[in-house]
């Protein structure tokens, strides 16, 4: 069994920066893929970003720029630094990994961005 625990979120003002944390633990073998989604209220879950394996990377065009994913092997852990954070960005953020095909998700975390 996969435990991801992500932490991270909270209230910020537009322009402001957070860095989420998700951390994997349990029955890890070798994580293919880890990444990033959100969820705003009233609208589908979509992809921000994800890492793979091998260190590349890809993002949704909405957060070039500002959104950067980064990993910790040796932690099993996934962190999302978000700087030129704007309201739009406000949503569930969940943490998500592949394992052998397998995917797991996190719990979420909140982030909110005012104006």
């Known amino acids: 069994q996969v435990q991801l625990v992500e932490s991270g979120g909270g209230l910020v003002q537009a322009g402001g920066s957070l860095r989420l944390s998700c951390a994997a633990s349990?029955?890890?073998?070798?994580?293919?893929?880890m990444g990033w989604y959100r969820q705003a209220p009233g609208k589908q879950r979509e992809l921000v970003a994800t890492?793979?394996?091998?260190?590349?990377?890809n993002y949704a065009d909405s957060v070039k720029g500002r959104f950067t994913i980064s990993r910790d092997n040796a932690k099993n852990t996934v962190y999302l630094q978000m700087n030129s954070l704007k309201p739009e960005d406000t949503a569930v953020y969940y943490c998500r990994i592949v394992i052998m095909a397998t995917g797991y998700w996190g719990q979420g975390t909140q982030v909110t961005v005012s104006s």
């Open positions: 349990g029955a890890i073998f070798s994580i293919y893929r």
């Open positions: 890492i793979y394996s091998g260190g590349s990377t």
